[in-house]
């Protein structure tokens, strides 16, 4: 159990992000990749939902002029923050698809500017989250029997923008507390595993795959030709048999597809050569 949680993706997710919050590694920035940006995606439009929604079905309800100004101020921020979203995903495919060098002068510009946007809009919402604990939980206003609808609905997104705020307090809780207790107790390094030297299983996949056969151990693949004297397997030292799975690397190795395959989990290089496999 805990080595599936070593190297599962949100493990390694979990602690990139806090290296690179805390400055020990000077890697890309985590939250720049289309996954992330995606849920970033499906939670502001789900907020935006939720904020229109209420607006419209609460117009009845007699609320101090804070609460409703508050949600609407909120609802404002996060399609700003949309706009902002899908500003970063242009700059994000751009530098994934590469560009020349005057371009790289126009890319860092936006960059820049995008970044510089993102501080206003955090600044904002850090502003808003605090104005927003004064005006609801207020006990002079009694905000709950007047307006329940929106009362409810600004306790959520003031809980949602809690739990968000304290996300590096809690990563630091999970990997720097939890995580080595479980790693005493079980005895295994769970921060060991979880170091990006395994390969992933889109480039494990891209690797040809063959079934063996002994009446032609001359198999040719590709411009890569198997050698005729390699005819058992260097990782569980079992000869090859027929209609074997097989796995052949970037270097010519070939090995036993189950073999192989979860060894370059471990390590992403040939087990003979030592040829890192290509990223």
């Not at 419209?56 to 609802?75: D, H, I, Q």
């Not at 206003?141 to 705020?165: E, H, M, R």
């Amino acid at each position: 159990m805990a080595i599936r949680i070593s190297r599962a993706r949100w493990y390694s997710f979990a602690r990139r992000v806090f290296h690179y919050q805390n400055g020990t590694d000077s890697g890309s920035n985590p939250f720049n990749t289309g996954s992330w940006m995606f849920m970033e995606l499906l939670g502001l439009v789900f907020q935006i939902v939720m904020i229109t929604y209420t607006l419209s079905v609460s117009k009845e309800e007699k609320t101090v002029w804070p609460m409703r100004t508050w949600v609407t101020g909120y609802g404002v921020g996060c399609v700003l923050n949309l706009g902002l979203l899908f500003w970063r995903y242009r700059v994000f495919c751009s530098t994934q698809v590469g560009v020349e060098d005057s371009g790289n002068i126009e890319e860092s510009r936006n960059m820049q500017m995008m970044n510089k946007s993102r501080t206003v809009m955090e600044l904002f919402f850090a502003i808003w989250f605090v104005m927003g604990n004064v005006w609801v939980f207020d006990s002079r206003f009694g905000t709950f029997q007047k307006a329940p609808k929106l009362d409810v609905l600004c306790i959520s997104l003031l809980a949602w923008n809690a739990i968000t705020y304290s996300f590096p307090f809690i990563l630091f809780l999970f990997l720097c507390c939890f995580v080595p207790l479980i790693s005493n107790l079980l005895g295994y390094n769970m921060n060991a595993g979880s170091t990006n030297r395994g390969a992933s299983e889109d480039q494990i996949l891209k690797l040809p795959t063959w079934k063996y056969k002994e009446i032609e151990p001359d198999l040719e693949l590709g411009k890569s030709i198997i050698d005729s004297s390699n005819t058992e397997c260097c990782i569980c030292l079992a000869k090859y048999k027929e209609k074997e799975e097989m796995r052949q690397l970037g270097c010519s190795h070939t090995f036993h597809m189950k073999c192989v395959d979860q060894w370059l989990k471990i390590v992403s290089c040939c087990p003979l050569c030592k040829q890192e496999l290509e990223r």
